[in-house]
């Protein structure tokens, strides 16, 4: 087989390895790489199938395992992406196998899909976890065109529209998307669109945005609907996509999907529903099946499609049934036909480029070739098996053949050359471990049950089970021969190791086991061919420290021709013969290889270290001592670790979990070579075994699924040769016994098994030595019942012996049994003392004790539960209570009234309690404070007046509570119609508590009250009951006496203790209990006596009752004793005995009569006692019933308070969802503000890019028509009739080329166009080559003509389909500019729907705070209705009472002042009238002054005459004036000279200012130019992204606030102007006209 570039080892000291062929099946992802080539990726590789020649290439991942793959046979390319950090897609060519190039995206672990376009070098791939981002390549230019994320979103497949590339299907588990890539220029855009899919039973249900309602039902008290989002709490990305549990429909999942010809998708789903899904509506249709004649449609089966396939004359698909499937789908129904049946699950259907063939891809790694046309069985193209290979070996003589065993028990036979598949058996179980004979064609394979299962493989394309050895019930976990194929040697599990013949002519017969203290890990064999023994050396793990040790033991010839002496009766091998040596090892060791002088290398489970012993001699089995390593070599691999040792003991090979092949020098312990032939991904290499000529490798993984042949590509000639020697010597030595071996194994039948058979464990009877089923019995079961029957044999006669004795001593015991029933009680004996068997009885006692300990650990956990639970419900329901719930009932009548019980109240809560008090104090003093302020004219009595109705209103009704007459304090409280804020709600709530708190406590004191007043009466009665007990005494009779009891409800203490007459149970009382309780009763009684043994008490009693002193009481206990003569007859009474008796008689009748009188008097005190006693007890049972319809009307409080509470409580709710709802609309408006601000840039570049493709466009049209107008031009000198023929040929155009020739084939996703300009053209001029040949030439027209003809017209040609691309991508980009303005008008309408629900929710929030629910309490009858219809209050208002009523008084108030107003408007008009006639008058004395001052103005008098008139020293005065006039000239004249000067500084000054302001403007001129530039820019985004309207209120503002500045400054300016003016006015007047004015 021929391996690809990436097939190349690595070299290390002149030696490499290289791929030699590679084989396995690792998933069902099959793809053509043309019509003839399958590939597959298997591993760290790619192969590549030959349909026809069977040949295999392969293709390797250089770091590591392949991850996502994909396969274009259009272009007959493979991408694959590898599972290293920053994973790469790889792109080779196929055959050349070559790297075309490598794309590395921002995918940081791995890629799960890749998909290449029918037509196009375009790639899409999906990456895992964390980015699940969706990206499209360009492969050929190694670009990537554009990407989209999908959080969270795991994908199961992908694929392209194979009529439009820039459509994608994407598919996951529960959900379908349409993506579809825009172009615009170079720029791509993917853009996603859901599909809605059916729910799991095909029903259709309608998309309902939650987040936005398409319907609002606002409650007036309830208030208004707000999302499920608003409702939960939710903000952000959450409240878009959240659902509710009760609204989330399970839809179907699909499984398959095809694309047709038509550019829709037929899609296969888990619920056996064939959908059909419209790419361009992105709507969804389920398929119905036309049920045939007689069938309801409800009775067919709908089949799992796992598979779909899209060809010309329909759909193929298949599923778990292994059938292939045709479907003729007619609109929505379908029909289907059976084409094949594989009896196999089908993972996947692929069509070959020709479609010609269709491939079906099996679970089990089988795949099948059926061609549609032919309409055949589908026929095996191949079987190989996708479970994991365990093992590999060579076939001796090792350089023809190999097998492989999988972990499902199949067994492959391969050709070493080049790879080739010959043959395959499977086994029916699961297989552990796999050797191949040296001495012979037979493999030996273990499985899980414990069989050993011999093959014969002299023939490489039919190999046979021969033999199966079923040696125990535990696995086999490795087999091992020595290199003279004489011993075979098992590990299981247990430490147990069984040694087995490995010659078939002895039937592979088993020869002893070993079994090991330790658990095995590795198991090492060298043959002694000299000697002709064998030695193993056993790897254990001590499980006390941190080491491994050593065992050796050696196995001679002798075993195997005289094995009963090395072996005992159970077939266990005999220590002495084992020759057994033990060493101890410094480190913990995974795996173990010695070497013939006694060196053993050890691979390091804790660290990445080889280890090399040198192990001595001496026997350390007496003594062990701990080895040191001599030498530890770094390895570069992680994990645990394999050690292989080659034939010839040269070459060591390492192998561990990073997948990574090492090969060292056994000598040196140099690294000779490496190969990275598997992957950690796969869970790096599970084993590995050289060949017998050292030539070869084989390696497989662990779970890739992959078995690697490696051959040397460079090494050592001498290295070569010692091998070869080697080999060529075992041979010489095996020649003769694998010759007859072989024959041997030739000659053994072919073992029949049933493959279920061995998934079953049959149970073994046995009864007195017989066995049965030994087929199905263990080696080592058949060895212990042959013992059992031997012994059984050899002591039959001791047996029945035996067995005699013991039924004679049973008699006896039973006699002895029976005669000790019949004796007394303190003579018998108990049973247990007749147990002859001590031990037992021993045993099965403590077993008893066992079992009592375990039931009463069992009964106390159980107990210790119960107890818990019960502590937890007392500290929750009694010990957390301040006040305990406790009834109290009446004495005469089923009433019964209960407390409240009440918990104390936490610091907390009292701490909050005192603050809310203390924020409500303050508020009300500074409430009362401003009501003082603004306190109206009203008197004294009217605002007593008004107050108390007020409060009298205010406690009846607006309270919405009487809890003020039931202990609640309501002055604390909020006024209802003040609860606007949430603080004042939220402390209103916690003041609502305190107030059911106190009722409940007022209450309760009044309930103690009346407890301890019932047991008071209590007391009476039982005082009452005792003088009645004393009466009942004296008058002799038997009356029960009613005596009231507190119940458990009145006394609930009593359910916390447990009296001892309630338990039924006897107590259960130790022998020291027992005694000290006899010893009390015997105290007790001797007590009693000495009490009641008084001599003077009884003389007493006995003289005169017990009293000293005669009382009324006791006269019904006189009695007057009867003469002595009663006793004889009475006619010998002699006279003086009759006047006796006479007195007798009366003194009798006289005491009876006494008697009687006070048992009267008795009665009728009784009567009394029971009378006062009901009376008392009528009287407290009328308390009761009072006390319990107040406790009716305070729950009926409670009740009004907690309905507050639940309103208030409610508002805030609602309070809390509108923010909430406000919060995520405004992160959704900011969210869509940028999104609005991507799209304008969006819409800017594809203006520009539209913009720039037009000019090129219009330069293209109008080349054509000059290229036409040339034409006319050059050839207008020709001939009428030979210019009319060229104008048409130059017209004519060929028929329009197809990129596909063969228009009959089944492929229906057939081009009929080019795809890109550069196609198209050279598809033309290939056409235009006929039409430009000379027999198309016009007669009469030279070659020279013609040529320039065809060129004119080629030119023209290449000109229209330049045109027509260019208007193609013109259309293109200018489609995608209007998708982009309509996405950008859909958000706007979205920002504006979003800021008019802003508003809305402002307003509701609003009406909320004022909208407040005021609960009333109304007496009954106090609210008339006119009609039995409730009135609508919609308008109406709810004011408090006290405004009507100061409204009032104000009314009052203002028509007594209006009274008032108008008397004196009438007395203030008459002194009106008075100062009218003042005013006329005064008038007219004004006009006379002014007159008169008119006459002295008019006087001429200038002002030196009036200088000269005032002044007394005229001319001194004038000279004062002038001398000041000169000296004020002169300062003048000075300070206008320095003025000057300074000017003139300042003037050159503002001259030097002039140039540096002109330098700074021209500075700012270009500055303001850039600026201009950049203003532009960001109007036309403005422009674009159109937020006038978002921020036109924003600017009407500004606008209106400059405009009042500039009023405002134009207002100053004018109001400057003029006080300057008023200044100048001022400073004018001089002082000599003043006194004027």
């Known amino acids: 087989m021929a391996a690809g570039p990436g097939a190349q080892g690595a070299a290390a000291e002149g030696a490499a390895l290289e791929v030699s062929w590679v084989q396995g099946f690792s998933n069902k992802n099959l793809a053509f790489v043309n019509n003839h080539t399958i590939c597959y990726p298997c591993g760290n590789y790619i192969l590549f199938l030959d349909i026809k020649t069977k040949k295999t290439r392969a293709v390797q991942c250089q770091t590591g395992q392949v991850g996502a793959f994909a396969a274009n046979a259009n272009s007959q390319v493979v991408a694959f992406s590898d599972r290293q950090l920053n994973p790469l897609i790889h792109i080779y060519t196929f055959p050349e196998l070559r790297k075309l190039t490598a794309l590395k995206g921002d995918a940081q672990l791995d890629y799960t899909l890749l998909a290449f376009s029918f037509k196009g070098p375009y790639l899409a791939s999906y990456s895992s976890i964390p980015e699940f981002v969706l990206s499209v390549w360009n492969w050929q230019e190694n670009i990537l065109l554009c990407s989209e994320s999908q959080p969270g979103l795991t994908g199961t497949s992908l694929s392209f529209n194979p009529m439009n590339w820039q459509q994608l299907c994407f598919v996951a588990e529960s959900s379908v998307t349409i993506w579809c890539i825009e172009r615009s220029k170079d720029e791509h855009l993917l853009t996603r669109h859901p599909v809605e899919l059916p729910d799991e039973h095909g029903a259709m249900s309608p998309h309902e945005d939650l987040f936005f309602p398409s319907s609002r039902n606002d409650d007036p008290y309830y208030g208004p609907d707000l999302p499920v989002s608003a409702i939960a709490g939710l903000e952000g990305d959450e409240a878009e996509t959240f659902v509710p549990r009760n609204c989330i429909k399970t839809s179907v999942h699909p499984t398959a999907h095809c694309w047709t010809a038509a550019s829709e998708i037929y899609m296969g789903c888990k619920e056996g529903y064939v959908l059909a899904i419209d790419a361009e509506q992105y709507s969804v249709s389920v398929l119905q099946q036309k049920a045939p004649p007689g069938l309801k449609p409800s009775n067919l089966q709908k089949p799992v499609l796992l598979a779909m396939a899209f060809c010309n004359e329909g759909l193929y698909a298949a599923g778990h049934e292994g059938i292939l499937i045709f479907y003729h789908i007619k609109d929505l129904q379908y029909e289907i036909k059976i084409c094949a049946d594989i009896s196999q699950p089908i993972s996947s259907l692929i069509f070959s480029p020709d479609y010609t063939s269709l491939l079906l891809v099996t679970d089990q790694g089988t795949v099948y070739s059926y061609r549609p046309a032919h309409s055949g069985e589908a026929v095996k193209l191949l079987d190989t098996s996708s479970s994991c290979f365990l093992a590999a070996d060579f076939l001796t003589p090792g350089n023809n053949y190999c097998v492989s065993v999988t972990i499902s028990g199949e067994v492959q036979v391969w050709s070493l050359e080049d790879g080739t598949f010959l043959s395959k058996i499977n086994l029916g179980t699961e297989a552990t471990s796999m050797a191949c004979c040296p001495s012979s064609k037979s493999v030996a394979v273990g499985t899980q049950r414990g ?81 002709d023994s064998v030695e193993v050396m056993v790897l254990l793990k001590v499980a006390e420290v941190h080491q491994t040790r050593l065992e050796i033991f050696r196995l001679s010839s002798a075993m195997i021709t005289d094995n009963d002496k090395y072996v005992n009766e159970q077939g266990m091998f005999n220590a002495s013969a084992l020759e057994k040596k033990q060493y101890d090892l410094d480190c913990p060791l995974s795996s173990a290889v010695r070497l013939k002088d006694n060196i053993v290398y050890g691979y390091c489970s804790c660290a990445p270290f080889i280890c090399k012993y040198h192990l001595s001699e001496k026997n350390k089995w007496e003594d062990p001592s701990v080895f040191s390593s001599e030498k530890k070599i770094p390895s570069k691999q992680f994990g645990s670790g394999l050690l292989c040792l080659s034939p010839n003991s040269q070459w060591l090979a390492a192998a561990a979990k990073d997948g990574v092949l090492f090969i060292y020098n056994t000598s040196t312990l140099d690294v000779l070579a490496q190969k990275h032939c598997h992957s950690y991904q796969g869970g790096g290499i599970r084993s590995m075994v050289f060949s017998l000529d050292g030539n070869f490798i084989l390696v497989n993984g662990e779970n890739d699924c992959a078995l690697v042949c490696l051959k040397w590509k460079e090494i050592k000639k001498t290295e070569v040769e010692e091998a070869a020697l080697y080999w060529q010597s075992l041979r010489d030595i095996l020649n003769k016994s694998t010759s007859d071996e072989n024959s041997a194994l030739k000659s053994m039948a072919e073992w029949n098994f049933d493959p279920e058979s061995t998934s079953k464990s049959l149970p073994v009877t046995e009864e007195d030595g017989d066995v049965t089923n030994t087929d199905d019995m263990t080696w080592l079961g058949q060895k212990t019942q042959k013992v059992m029957r031997e012994e059984t044999l050899r002591f039959a006669n001791q047996k029945e012996e035996l067995q005699m004795g013991i039924r004679k001593l049973r008699e006896t015991v039973q006699k002895m049994m029976h005669e000790n029933e019949q004796v007394p009680d303190i003579e018998k004996l108990e049973h247990w003392e007749f147990n002859l068997d001590l031990e037992e009885q021993e045993q099965v006692q403590a077993e008893a004790e066992e079992d009592v300990a375990r039931a009463r650990r069992e009964m106390e956990m159980e107990i210790l539960s119960y107890c818990y639970l019960q502590d937890l419900i007392k500290y929750e329901c009694w010990d957390d209570m301040c006040v305990k719930g406790r009834a109290v009932k009446c004495f005469h009548m089923d009433c019964e009234v209960r407390n409240f019980p009440l918990k104390e109240r936490s610091q907390e809560e009292l701490e909050t309690l005192k603050k809310v008090l203390q924020l409500k104090q303050t508020a009300y003093l500074q409430a009362q404070k401003k009501n003082l ?238 009378a006062s006693i009901k009376e008392t007890t009528q009287n407290f049972d009328e308390i009761v019933c009072k006390l319990s319809e107040k406790k009716l009307k305070s729950q009926m409080v409670i009740y009004q308070e907690e309905l507050k509470i639940v309103n208030l409580i409610y508002s805030l709710l609602l309070d809390e969802e509108l923010d909430t709802r406000e919060a995520g609309l405004h992160k959704f408006l900011m969210k869509k503000k940028k999104e609005k601000v991507k799209g304008a840039r969006k819409i800017l570049s594809a203006k520009y890019a539209v913009e720039a493709c037009t000019g090129p466009y219009k330069e293209a049209l109008h080349e054509e028509k000059s290229l036409e107008h040339g034409f006319m031009k050059h050839f207008a000198h020709t001939p009428g009739n030979l210019f009319e023929e060229l104008l048409q040929l130059y017209k004519h155009r060929p028929e329009t080329p197809n990129t596909e020739t063969l228009l009959d084939t089944a492929n229906p996703y057939v081009r009929r166009s080019p795809e890109d300009y550069q196609d198209a053209v050279s598809l033309l001029m290939k056409a235009m080559d006929e039409l430009d040949s000379p027999e198309h030439m016009p007669s009469g027209l030279d070659q020279s003509a013609w040529e320039h003809f065809c060129l004119a017209r080629r030119n023209k040609i290449e000109s229209e389909e330049l045109v027509k691309w260019k208007a193609v991508a013109l259309a293109e980009m200018q489609a995608c500019l209007q998708r982009r303005t309509e996405e950008n008008d859909k958000m706007k309408s979205e920002l504006e729907n979003t800021f008019q629900e802003l508003t809305w929710l402002k307003e509701e929030k609003m009406k909320l705070q004022q909208n407040l629910i005021v609960q009333f309490l109304l007496k009954q009858g106090q609210v008339e209705l006119e009609s039995t219809q409730i009135p609508e209050y919609s308008d109406a208002i709810l004011i408090d009472r006290s405004v009507v009523e100061e409204l009032n008084c104000a009314l009052a108030a203002q028509g007594e002042k209006k009274i008032t107003a108008m008397v004196e408007f009438k007395d203030f008009s008459k002194g009106i009238i008075q100062l009218e006639w003042e005013h006329k008058k005064m008038k007219m004395q004004i006009q006379d002054l002014k007159e008169k001052a008119r006459d002295i103005v008019i006087l001429p008098i200038s002002k030196d005459c009036q200088l000269f008139l005032t002044v007394h020293n005229y001319e001194t005065h004038i000279a004062q004036h002038l001398a000041g006039m000169e000296q004020s000239l002169g300062i003048m004249d000075k300070l206008h000279k320095k003025n000057v000067k300074n000017y003139q500084k300042k003037v050159r000054e503002l001259k030097k200012c002039i140039r540096l302001k002109e330098q700074a403007n021209y500075e700012l001129s270009l500055q303001l130019k850039e600026m201009l530039v950049s203003v532009s820019e960001r109007m036309h985004i403005f422009q674009a992204a159109d937020t006038r309207d978002i921020s036109e209120e924003i600017t009407r503002q500004r606008y209106r606030e400059i405009v009042k500045q500039k009023y405002l400054r134009n207002l100053i300016r004018e109001q400057e102007k003029q006080l300057a003016i008023l200044q100048s006015e001022i400073e004018s007047w001089n002082p000599r006209t003043l006194h004027i004015i």
């Open 933 to 1170: 302020d603004s306190e109206t004219a009203l008197s004294e009595e009217e605002g007593e007046k008004a107050a108390g109705e007020v409060a009298d209103g205010a406690s009846r009704c607006l309270n919405g509570s009487l809890s003020s007459q039931y202990g609640g304090d309501t002055s604390i409280l909020y006024h209802q119609c003040d609860l606007h804020t949430k603080e004042q709600k939220l402390n209103q709530t916690i003041l609502l508590k305190d107030v059911i708190y106190k009722v409940k406590t007022a209450f309760n004191e009044e309930f103690d009250t009346v407890v301890k007043q019932k047991e008071q009466e209590i007391a009476r009665v039982k005082e009452r009951n005792l003088k009645i007990q004393e009466i009942l005494e004296k008058l002799d009779l038997q009356v029960e006496v009613w005596e009231p009891v507190l119940t458990d409800d009145e006394v609930p203490e009593r359910a916390l203790t447990v009296q001892d007459s309630e338990i039924k149970a006897e107590k259960y009382m130790t022998q020291e209990e027992t005694e000290q309780a006899e010893m009390l009763a015997k105290l007790e009684m001797e007590r009693r006596l000495a009490a009641t043994d008084d001599e003077r008490l009884r003389a007493l009693d006995d003289m005169m009752g017990g009293v000293l002193e005669l009382r009324r009481e006791d006269i019904l206990k006189m009695d007057i004793p009867p003469p002595d003569f009663v006793s004889r007859p009475e006619d010998l009474w002699t006279e003086e005995e009759k006047k006796v008796f006479e007195e007798y008689e009366k003194k009798v009748t006289e005491l009876n009569e006494e008697k009687e009188d006070y048992r009267q008097f008795l009665r009728n005190e009784w009567n009394k006692i029971e």
């Open 451 to 531: 069989h050993i299962c011999f093959l014969d493989v002299t023939k490489a394309e039919a190999p046979r089970v021969v033999h199966r050895t079923f040696l125990s019930k535990l696995p086999v976990l490795s087999l091992h021969y020595d290199q003279s194929g004489q011993i075979l040697i098992a590990r299981a599990t247990e430490g147990h190791i069984f040694i087995l013949d490995a010659h078939p002519s002895k039937l592979f017969q088993v020869l002893g086991y070993i079994v090991l203290a330790d658990e095995v890990l590795h198991l090492s064999v060298i043959s002694d061919l000299k000697n």
